[in-house]
């Protein structure tokens, strides 16, 4: 009796794996795509980068003689010039470029496959943040002045940052992929206020970092700094390979992975700590070179699809041509000085990376956000505790909502007690009833000048900047679903900063009010119309908005470089976000646009909610959403390029703000007024808690809401088992 007259199916005859069945065409799954083309021609491009690499540069040296020198053709190598120029400069340059290239490429390859995430990069980790505190504890503390020091101290720090992530990331629940991220982004936070607070305290430390941060190979001198470094790149190149089986078996989900005998949380451990080793190497070799991981992985993940291994190699040969071709321009575009190559990689990669999410085979990269479809009720969130008041006269009816009220009025005291404080609060010994005296003009003379002129005016700007970011955050987090959506993820941060920075070169130090909603409305118009209107899908605006902030940032490093050190020194601490100097006449145009804009986001607040919805849903409730997402959109951006004009691009204070505001409010309502309160409310303790912090020393606005931010966003968004979206 054979198996198949017992009732068991023959098993067919054994063929190849990719030959079709007999008459049938060969149909490929999704993800198989043919990927050995485009890695044979991404290694004959790399080639081809590379010779091009060893015969640019300064030297008069030719690729004639680059070749004999290579070959020791009639004993080149002798050549004691042509020694120094090959041998000594552009080969190590050339392979650094390569291994640099190749590390970014893979570990952002690596990063996206385990947070299932195409948006991740390199610097989730808070690798590049760990590395630049390192450099600037070198340079500021111990007075570290060598390249062998920055490298270090750079590959010290950026351990250091990684370490830390991990060890959050695997508490209270493991190391989920949401958990990595954000954890990354709050560590990352943490030690780049840090490093801000070392620096604006030392114009020596900042005049070398703003160098090293802008990313460069020139510095590549010899074999020694790559020789010291090279066993860390091989390991994590090898674990990188380790991990391609279990991250290929962790895509098909947790419980499939461990019926297949591999262990999630040990298989991200190690991806973490081969992103950590090859991700730590590059930056201490080359600097912080941002945007590379990502642009790698995106590429290779077009190209090759899903395929881990494939996918992997793609990406390491992509960062790899990348930065060389970078590399090389930099080094001809600016003769005889040399461009910033992470300027160079921003300007290839950001318009490469917008092309490709508006193409149509990137449908296929989109990864689902729970938190952009999730209603707020399923999410754990408390249901409001009292009914609502009703007051009635007759005919006439007004509805409050009892705990949005209550939370607003709470609030508005708080922050009436924060004001009393912080004109209190100072270096000068003003007790408290001579300050209420100055602040309505009696009293000494030099105490009413402290208060008036110097105090309320910059307590006035911070009240208006807070309440612009408080206000701007809730309504593109309410619109995005999304409590990690602030206007930074459109780039406006960045694109107004940009703004304002051209604008000094025409306008004084700090440049026009008015600059800073131009440049954000410039760069909400590039961001919505790159990723193909307001319709378009939620990754599409993230990616472009990450490719704007990336050009921006760019222009941004470039004009504080070619800057005087004092004027400098000066435009770092604004771009940190700084009420110093700040008075009335600077606050009142966002004075004015908030008492235009507050009473519209108020009355499109109750049509904002409707948005938490489904659009269909929406729509049969009498609701236009592209209308909606429009006023908000243009509120927003608005309200957040007023900010920035007045106090610089104060981090977290949009992202706190609204979450702080919907706790206390309730999940029913969005907390518009409540969003405006809170973010007043957190510029103006964190500007004096800047002021009275260090004797004789004033730590930036923008420096302390990031330092304190950091570990708020742990505690908001991973201090709850299950997801934190």
């Known amino acids: 009796m054979t198996f198949s007259q017992a009732g068991v199916r023959a098993a067919p005859p054994a063929t190849a794996p990719d030959s079709p069945p007999p008459g049938r065409r060969s149909r490929r799954p999704e993800g198989a795509r043919p990927t050995w083309p485009a890695v044979t021609a991404a290694a004959v491009l790399l080639l081809a980068l590379a010779a091009l690499s060893l015969s640019v540069g300064a030297g008069e040296v030719g690729p004639g003689r680059v070749l004999d020198y290579l070959l020791n053709h009639d004993g080149a190598r002798a050549d004691g010039r042509l020694a120094l120029v090959v041998g000594d400069l552009r080969l190590p340059r050339t392979l650094t470029a390569l291994l640099v290239g190749a590390a970014l490429g893979v570990a952002g390859a690596q990063l996206q496959s385990v947070t299932r995430n195409p948006l991740a990069e390199t610097g989730l980790l808070g690798v590049n943040a760990g590395a630049s505190l390192g450099v600037v504890l070198g340079i500021a503390v111990l007075g570290v002045q060598t390249s062998f020091g920055y490298l270090a101290f750079a590959f010290g720090g950026a351990v250091l940052a990684s370490t830390v992530v991990l060890l959050v990331a695997s508490s209270r629940g493991g190391g989920s992929p949401m958990r990595l991220v954000l954890a990354g982004s709050a560590v990352a936070a943490i030690f780049r206020g840090l490093t801000d607070v070392l620096i604006v305290n030392s114009p020596e430390a900042y005049e070398r970092y703003r160098v090293w941060v802008l990313g460069s190979l020139a510095g590549v001198e010899g074999w020694t700094t790559l020789r010291q470094l090279a066993p860390v790149l091989g390991a994590g190149f090898l674990l990188a390979a380790l991990t391609t089986r279990p991250l290929t078996a962790l895509a098909l989900g947790d419980d499939l992975a461990r019926g297949l005998g591999h262990r999630p949380g040990a298989t991200r451990a190690a991806v973490a700590v081969a992103v950590t080793l090859l991700t730590a190497s590059a930056v201490a070799l080359a600097g912080p070179i941002a945007f590379l991981g990502l642009l790698s ?13 494939r996918l992997t190699l793609l990406a390491a040969l992509f960062g790899a041509t990348v930065l060389t071709g970078a590399d090389v321009l930099a080094r001809v575009v600016a003769r005889p000085f040399e461009a910033p190559v992470s300027v160079i990689v921003a ?102 000048l402290l208060v008036q002129k110097f105090r309320l005016g910059r307590i006035v700007a911070g009240l208006a900047a807070g309440a612009a970011l408080g206000l701007a955050g809730c309504l593109t987090q309410t619109l995005a679903r999304n409590r990690l959506a602030t206007p930074e993820l459109l780039g406006v941060n960045d694109g107004a900063t940009a703004a304002v920075l051209i604008s000094a070169s025409t306008a004084g130090t700090f440049g026009a009010w008015w600059a800073g909603p131009l440049g954000a409305l410039v760069a909400v118009l590039v961001v ?73 986001a108020l009355a499109v607040a109750r049509r904002l909610a409707v948005l938490r919805f489904d659009d269909s849903v929406a729509s049969a409730l009498g609701v236009d959403p592209g209308r909606v997402r429009l006023a908000c959109l243009l509120l927003a951006v608005a309200l957040a390029g007023l900010a920035v004009g007045v106090c610089g691009p104060v981090g977290f204070v949009a992202l706190a703000a609204p979450v702080i505001a919907g706790r206390l409010a309730g999940p029913a309502r969005v907390p518009v007024l409540g969003s405006a309160l809170t973010g007043a409310l957190l510029v103006v303790l964190a500007d004096t808690l800047g002021r009275v912090l260090f004797a004789g020393v004033e730590i930036p606005v923008g420096i302390v809401t990031t330092v304190l931010g950091g570990p708020f966003l742990l505690w908001v968004l991973l201090g709850r088992k299950g997801s934190p979206a």
């Open 297 to 309: 992985g995106f590429l290779a993940r077009t190209v090759a699809g899903p395929r881990i291994g």
């Open 528 to 600: 919505t119309l790159a990723s193909g209107g307001l319709g378009a899908r939620g990754y599409r605006i993230l990616v472009v908005g990450l490719a704007m902030s990336a050009l921006a940032s760019a222009v941004i490093q470039v004009a504080m470089a070619r800057r005087s050190l004092n004027s400098a020194g000066s435009l770092y601490i604004w771009t940190n976000g700084s009420l110093n100097g700040r008075d009335l006449a600077v606050a009142t145009p966002v004075l004015i646009g908030l008492a235009a804009l507050v009473p519209v």
């Open 347 to 448: 300007l290839i990669g950001a318009p490469a990376l917008i092309a490709i999410v508006r193409s149509r085979h990137s449908a296929a990269l989109a990864m689902a956000d729970p938190a952009e479809s999730t209603p707020a009720a399923r999410r754990g969130e408390p249901a409001p505790l009292k009914p609502d008041l009703t007051l009635r006269h007759g005919t006439w009816s007004l509805l409050l909502p009892r705990r949005a009220l209550l939370a607003s009025l709470g609030l508005a005291a708080a922050l009436l007690a924060a004001v009393v404080v912080s004109a209190h609060a100072g270096q000068s010994e003003l007790d408290l009833a001579r300050t209420f005296q100055a602040v309505f003009g009696y009293g000494d003379r030099l105490d009413v």
